[in-house]
């Protein structure tokens, strides 16, 4: 089935036990914070929680925010010999949120100006204001899964110690 919003899936399975798991994602987690300064570069590298069912967290941003940095959210199951942890990132629901007011504003104004004839509908430039934001979209699209690459690559070091 295809989903018209962009996410990851995956399953990650150890031998470890489930407290050994979650004491190395919580090395790596502290609790969220509402403001946070721009130049604090001591702090871990992921913000969220942890409990035994499960956990969920967000890259802390260096620097700058990044819109295109995945949310993420995973639970354990535990068997005989270890545990198996499916994960899941997702854009956050923010970055979803103003992406479909910016779209539905953009075209309806666009709309609103060709049906009111106050725009030609030959020009180069209604061609241009009618593609922009599908190139924006392409470029967010493909900037959440590289990153999206990069945050799988860290959890399989978090987790596995690979």
């Known amino acids: 089935m295809v989903h018209l919003l962009p996410r990851d899936r ?5 031998s470890d036990p489930l407290q050994t798991v979650m004491e190395r994602l919580e ?3 502290e609790s969220p914070q509402t403001f946070r300064s721009l130049y604090d570069l001591n702090h871990a590298p992921y913000q969220g929680s942890v409990s035994k069912a499960g956990f969920k967290m967000s890259r802390i941003p260096i620097g700058r925010p990044n819109a295109s ?3 993420i959210q995973g639970r354990f199951e535990t068997f005989g010999g270890g545990t198996v942890i499916h994960l899941t990132l ?11 007011l910016w779209f ?7 709309l609103l100006m060709w ?3 106050s ?8 061609l241009l204001r009618q593609v ?4 924006i979209l392409v470029g967010g699209w493909i900037s959440f899964w590289i990153e999206v690459e990069r945050t799988r690559d860290d959890l399989f070091q978090i987790i596995l110690r690979q």
């Open 10 to 14: 995956f399953v990650i399975q150890t």
């Open 27 to 29: 090395a790596q987690i």
């Open 69 to 71: 940095e995945p949310y």
């Open 90 to 100: 997702t854009p956050h629901l923010s970055v979803l949120i103003f992406l479909g």
């Open 104 to 110: 539905c504003v953009w075209y309806g104004l666009h």
């Open 115 to 117: 049906s009111s004839g």
């Open 119 to 126: 725009m030609d509908s030959n020009s180069t430039l209604f």
């Open 132 to 135: 922009l934001p599908l190139v």
